[in-house]
């Protein structure tokens, strides 16, 4: 699964990555939480691309309320064409996640060990995502998930899901509403954590209270 990410770029760093005009004010943050507002990146019908704040915790348009939206934080890519929760998104609104990082803790004896996932060169990264538009009398929510998979051989070790990573290449590919869905779901594959690396960080992180540069220090012990 993915539950905790960060996002510690510059506005000036998103946009040129991603090629956008203009970005809606966001926080940098060292330790994303479900139920946030978190950076995302969707195309408009005119094909153009706009960088987004939504809730983290996908509310699919028929739910009859948007209390249940921490059970759907994830989004697993094996069923996401056939589960009623992710379908339609998947087919017509799906998006980027923008991320510096994510953290995932492997199961020792006596613990947990936090680490910190993060590219070779540092440099931003995107999920692959899905986001959704519920709407009841006054109240709208635009939410999203994040999509997981099986654990590459870098996350083996670690964890047995691991959220997908879109390669920059294929950033239109996944967020064009014109491509064809068989297309869509290839992308979902585990090539992007060749420029990726598992960094052990200090329980710091463990605290999701806890938001400065200490949650990304590496454990030296």
């Known amino acids: 699964m993915c539950g905790r990410f960060n996002l510690t770029a510059t506005p000036e ?7 956008l005009p203009r970005l809606p004010r966001f926080e940098k943050s060292y330790n994303i939480t479900p139920e946030q507002k978190i950076l995302c990146i969707v195309e408009l019908e005119d094909k153009s691309l706009k960088a987004v704040n939504l809730f983290w915790g996908l ?10 939206s921490h059970h759907l934080i ?10 009623p929760s992710f379908r339609a998104a998947f087919h017509r609104r ?10 995932e803790w492997q199961k020792l004896e006596h613990g947990k060990q936090a680490f910190h996932i993060h590219r070779l060169d540092n440099d931003l990264f995107a999920f692959a995502g899905l986001w959704e538009h519920w709407q009841q009398e006054q109240q709208t929510l ?6 997981t998979t099986e654990a ?19 950033y239109r590919d996944w967020l064009g509403k014109a491509t064809d869905q068989n297309h869509a779901f290839q992308l979902l594959d585990n090539e992007s954590y060749q420029s990726m690396q598992a960094t052990p960080v200090s329980d710091w992180v463990n605290n999701p209270l806890h938001n400065d540069k200490r949650c990304i220090n590496e454990n030296n012990d």
């Open 74 to 83: 994830n989004a697993r890519a094996e069923t996401i064409r056939e589960k």
């Open 13 to 19: 760093s998103i946009a040129e990555h991603f090629q």
């Open 152 to 170: 590459a051989e870098l996350m083996q070790p670690i964890h047995e899901r691991m959220p997908v990573i879109i390669s920059s290449d294929h």
């Open 59 to 68: 509310v699919p348009s028929w739910s009859k309320d948007a209390k249940n």
């Open 142 to 147: 635009y939410s999203c998930t994040i999509i």
């Open 94 to 103: 799906r998006c980027l996640i923008v991320a510096s990082g994510f953290f």
